[in-house]
C-alpha cells in the first residue's frame, strides 16, 4: 500500500530530547497511525490501524 505522507503533521513524544534521535508520529486522514525514524524523515514510515496502534499503547511496551 502507497500512502502520501506528503502532508502529514509529524511530532515527537513530549518525553524525547530536543536533540535526540527519536520517532515521530503522525494520525492520517486515512484512519491509519504513521511512525517514522526522526533522523531520517524522508524514508520509509510503518503504517499501523487504529486498533494496533491503540493496542500498542495499551501495551505499555513502550515505557521505560
Known amino acids: 500500500m502507497t500512502v502520501d ?3 502529514a503533521q509529524w511530532f515527537k513524544s513530549t518525553y524525547s ?5 527519536c520517532v515521530e508520529i503522525a494520525h492520517l486522514s486515512t484512519g491509519t ?4 525514524d526522526s533522523k531520517s ?4 514510515a510503518l503504517m499501523f490501524s ?3 496502534w491503540d493496542s500498542f499503547l495499551r501495551s505499555g511496551i513502550w515505557q521505560d
Request: net charge negative; glycine share 22%; charged share 15%.
Open 50 to 52: 487504529p486498533t494496533e
Open 5 to 7: 505522507l506528503s502532508g
Open 17 to 21: 530530547q530536543p536533540n535526540a534521535d
Open 33 to 36: 497511525v504513521g511512525v517514522r
Open 41 to 44: 524523515p524522508g524514508g520509509p
